[in-house]
């Protein structure tokens, strides 16, 4: 079959390219994860891409792909929190293992699910472990007020390749915001997710009404999914597709966050974890504020919904 009459389309420049439908989409990345086309047409795709940027009807008929394919975890209890981790601390302690605690402690069942894509960042997963919270080796249910992590190749070895191509051609692929928006559950779940630039904010809206998702969205920190101790951001929650703005952004930036280390180690972060689950440290009130839109979309109770 090959994906050469798509890339005609998407590689023509910024100005030139031209979007796919969504079934287009669904087919082009189906065989790029399925392994059936070149590593030439691969790359070839991943910086037409790259160049063109995804519409949201593209990201869908991408997530159509990931969907029929991943190995999904069983439906849970209550719904399934969904953080994805894909980025890790490069200046600040990665607090996504702490947001995962903490949605545990209020009774939820949580994923994490990533891999390293960047060199030289501490992963929230190797903090996890630290924390003596195992990583499953398969998918599998996930109790109440569980935490477990998973690396991307048991959810789908194609999707894992694909994001692997970073470290041939140094740049990001429709991949990695697949993965982040991703719903690895076959029952009901919250996929909790970011964007670093703001360009990309209509477009992840878009998706998540079409797709019907349940999510939570804000400004990420670093690419991680947990929010910025220091600020707070603005929250946008999504029932079944129908959007509601939870929080709008608050200025102001905190000059300190009690007990916050300054080194990112896996050690130090993991140490301060364990203090702040320990009531030893404050919950950071970003961090707190985050648990509260989690839970609240969980429970499917957003109070203002947008037109």
């Known amino acids: 079959m090959g994906i050469s009459q798509y890339i005609k389309e998407i590689g023509r420049g910024a100005r030139g390219a031209k ?6 989409a669904a087919d082009l990345f189906g065989q790029v994860l399925d392994g059936t086309v070149s590593d030439l047409e691969i790359g070839a795709f991943c910086l037409a891409m790259r160049i063109k940027g995804e519409t ?14 991943l190995a999904l975890l069983p439906a849970t209890d209550r719904p399934l929190i969904v953080l994805p981790s894909y980025n890790g601390a490069r200046k600040l302690p990665v607090l996504t293992p702490l947001l995962a605690l903490l949605l545990a402690r209020e009774g939820l069942p949580v994923l994490l699910h990533g891999m390293r894509t960047e060199a030289r960042r501490v992963l929230a997963s190797d903090v ?31 999707l894992a390749r694909l994001l692997a191509v970073r470290e041939v051609v140094g740049l990001r692929n429709p991949g990695h ?60 929650g999504f029932v079944r597709g129908v959007h509601a703005v939870l929080e709008a952004q608050q200025p102001g930036t905190a000059s300190e966050v009690p007990g916050l280390p300054a080194e990112i180690d896996i050690a ?24 509260e839109h989690i839970l609240r979309i969980a429970d499917q109770n957003i109070l203002e919904t947008s037109p």
């Open 268 to 291: 130090a972060t993991a140490a301060y974890t364990r203090r702040v689950l320990a009531g030893e440290l404050p919950v950071p009130a970003a961090i707190a504020r985050q648990v």
């Open 19 to 24: 979007p796919l439908t969504r079934e287009q």
């Open 56 to 69: 949201a009807e593209e990201m869908c008929g991408f997530l159509d792909a990931t969907h029929q394919r």
């Open 128 to 158: 996890l472990l630290a924390l003596d919270v195992p990583a499953l080796e398969a998918p599998e249910k996930i109790a109440n007020g569980a935490v477990r992590h998973i690396h991307t190749r048991h959810l789908h070895p194609g």
């Open 177 to 236: 915001s697949v993965v982040k928006l991703m719903n690895p559950c076959a029952g009901p779940s919250v996929v909790v997710t970011a964007y670093t630039h703001p360009e990309y904010f209509e477009m992840l809206q878009s998706t998540f009404r079409t797709l019907g998702m349940n999510a939570l969205l804000s400004r990420g920190l670093e690419g991680e999914v947990a929010t910025d101790p220091r600020r707070t951001p603005r929250y946008d």
